[in-house]
């Protein structure tokens, strides 16, 4: 039971804002983009729902791909928006490609998966399209996680092993039932990857509030923050609906402002990417269906994440 318990653990905590919140996020996006879009994306919606989480499932089983979820800014010393260049030539010039990637690389892959999804539009390659548009809205969502921006990422430096699940997870779970996630339309964004870099450094300056509240909290509740739950077949332990219901308060709507600028930033960008290819007609795409040898890509990729059970870490030293 034991070996269940710290396996489930493992999961929730390299599950960037969890399964549920990813799908909800992309799946959202869909009804923010204009007219000449909104049918071709609202066809594949459920695949772009289902989709939203295979970043993570990479992570599994492709040693490359837990860089491109977080960026520690901490690691550049204060004002890293202004001491890290924002291009990657420029900057894997300055620090090193190795080093850039310990520290994570959120960012410049964010602009990266939008030039792919560009040329995709370009080509009007729909089945690229849409693995391309699931990709970036995860990704477009990790960047306005706190905690993806930071060495700190889950509590550890400060006593607060657990905080990355509770924050991403466990309240959008608890509490999204009741978020207004109406953001108006998708809208055109001039600069991709400045853009990429202002969403990780607003988001930073949260980071803060999400340790320090949480720290005050938890000496008032002392043990009592955690309860077991039975979640299938198997018993976990949790933060309690209390405790995450008196922490999502101080929060004071962070974790739905950050679901919405998900969402609307995520539609942008597919808007974006669609606006600078030309604006192709996707009406044209409206009979795509995934290849066989799709499909079995799909499965061949969904039995290897089954069979890892283990993601890879993230690949650099926590530092004291």
């Given at each position: 039971?034991?070996?269940?318990?710290?396996?489930?653990?493992?999961?929730?905590?390299?599950?960037?804002?969890?399964?549920?919140?990813?799908?909800k996020?992309?799946?959202?996006?869909?009804?923010?983009?204009?007219?000449?879009?909104?049918?071709?994306?609202?066809?594949?919606?459920?695949?772009?729902?289902?989709?939203?989480?295979?970043?993570?499932?990479r992570?599994?089983?492709?040693?490359?791909?837990?860089?491109?979820?977080?960026i520690?800014?901490?690691?550049?010393?204060?004002?890293?928006?202004?001491?890290?260049?924002?291009?990657?030539?420029e900057?894997?010039?300055?620090?090193?490609?190795?080093?850039?990637?310990?520290?994570?690389?959120?960012?410049?892959?964010?602009?990266?998966?939008?030039l792919?999804?560009?040329?995709?539009?370009?080509?009007?390659?729909?089945?690229?399209?849409?693995?391309?548009?699931?990709?970036l809205?995860?990704?477009?969502a990790?960047a306005?996680?706190?905690?993806?921006?930071?060495?700190?990422?889950?509590?550890?430096?400060?006593?607060?092993?657990?905080?990355h699940?509770?924050?991403?997870?466990?309240?959008?779970?608890?509490f999204?039932?009741?978020?207004?996630?109406?953001?108006?339309?998708?809208?055109?964004?001039?600069?991709?990857?400045?853009?990429?870099?202002?969403?990780?450094a607003?988001?930073?300056?949260?980071?803060?509030?999400?340790?320090?509240?949480?720290?005050?909290?938890?000496?008032?509740?002392?043990?009592?923050r955690?309860?077991?739950?039975?979640?299938?077949?198997?018993?976990?332990?949790?933060?309690?609906?209390?405790y995450?219901?008196a922490?999502?308060?101080?929060?004071?709507?962070?974790?739905?402002?950050?679901?919405?600028?998900?969402?609307l930033?995520?539609?942008?960008?597919w808007?974006?990417?669609?606006?600078?290819?030309?604006q192709?007609?996707?009406?044209?795409?409206?009979?795509?269906?995934?290849?066989?040898?799709?499909?079995?890509?799909?499965?061949?990729?969904?039995?290897?994440?089954?069979?890892?059970?283990?993601?890879?870490?993230?690949?650099?030293?926590f530092?004291?």
């Amino acid at each position: 039971m034991k070996l269940r318990i710290a396996l489930i653990v493992v999961l929730l905590l390299c599950s960037s804002w969890g399964f549920f919140g990813h799908k909800k996020i992309n799946r959202l996006a869909v009804f923010t983009l204009p007219s000449d879009m909104i049918g071709f994306y609202k066809k594949n919606i459920q695949f772009l729902e289902e989709a939203a989480v295979n970043p993570d499932r990479r992570r599994y089983i492709q040693a490359d791909e837990a860089a491109r979820h977080f960026i520690d800014l901490d690691a550049y010393g204060d004002s890293a928006f202004f001491r890290v260049p924002h291009f990657w030539k420029e900057a894997s010039a300055k620090f090193g490609e190795d080093s850039l990637k310990a520290h994570g690389i959120l960012p410049w892959n964010i602009a990266r998966v939008y030039l792919q999804l560009k040329e995709a539009f370009q080509v009007k390659d729909p089945e690229r399209i849409l693995k391309l548009s699931a990709d970036l809205g995860h990704y477009v969502a990790d960047a306005h996680v706190p905690l993806h921006t930071t060495k700190n990422y889950d509590g550890q430096l400060t006593n607060q092993s657990g905080i990355h699940a509770f924050w991403e997870s466990r309240l959008p779970e608890l509490f999204s039932g009741n978020y207004n996630f109406v953001t108006g339309k998708a809208r055109y964004i001039e600069n991709v990857q400045e853009t990429a870099w202002r969403i990780a450094a607003h988001t930073n300056q949260s980071l803060d509030s999400v340790l320090r509240l949480e720290k005050q909290l938890s000496e008032k509740w002392s043990d009592k923050r955690f309860n077991f739950e039975t979640q299938g077949r198997q018993t976990v332990k949790v933060f309690s609906s209390d405790y995450a219901k008196a922490y999502h308060s101080l929060l004071n709507g962070m974790v739905e402002r950050q679901m919405r600028a998900s969402i609307l930033m995520t539609g942008s960008l597919w808007f974006t990417a669609w606006v600078d290819a030309g604006q192709p007609d996707l009406k044209q795409l409206l009979d795509y269906k995934a290849s066989s040898v799709e499909i079995k890509r799909r499965q061949e990729e969904l039995k290897k994440w089954k069979a890892a059970q283990k993601p890879v870490e993230r690949s650099h030293e926590f530092e004291e």
